[in-house]
């Protein structure tokens, strides 16, 4: 599942908010993994992997991450936008000597 959003300015609780979201999500069955950014300007990506859609579906439907979908569109997002797409294939390159390059998260 991908997870796009634009913030409003300010943090009102949004990181704590978010870490306890992942917690949560991790201990719920079908939950693989999850990567996220977001730049300066606002724009964030998450992309948070799951066994099947059943799992994403509860995910959704869990009634805590349901209080805080309602809290982020009333106060902490000026925009955001869910896909669900399957991953067939998933592969990546990381140059093993440059302490220059951090490695990217694994999921």
């Not at 719920?28 to 992997?49: K, N």
């Not at 349901?66 to 106060?75: F, K, M, N, V």
């Amino acid at each position: 599942m991908v997870f796009t959003s634009v913030r409003t300015p300010g943090d009102e609780g949004y990181g704590d908010r978010a870490d306890q979201m992942l917690k949560l999500a991790a201990d719920q069955p079908g939950f693989l993994g999850v990567d996220s950014a977001r730049g300066a300007d606002g724009l964030g990506i998450t992309v948070s992997y799951w066994s099947d859609e059943e799992s994403i579906a509860a995910w959704r439907a869990h009634a805590e991450h349901a209080l805080t979908r309602a809290h982020g569109r009333e106060h902490w997002y000026a925009s955001f936008a869910v896909h669900v797409a399957k991953v067939e294939r998933a592969y990546g390159f990381q140059r093993p000597v440059d302490p220059q390059v951090p490695p990217l998260p694994s999921s």
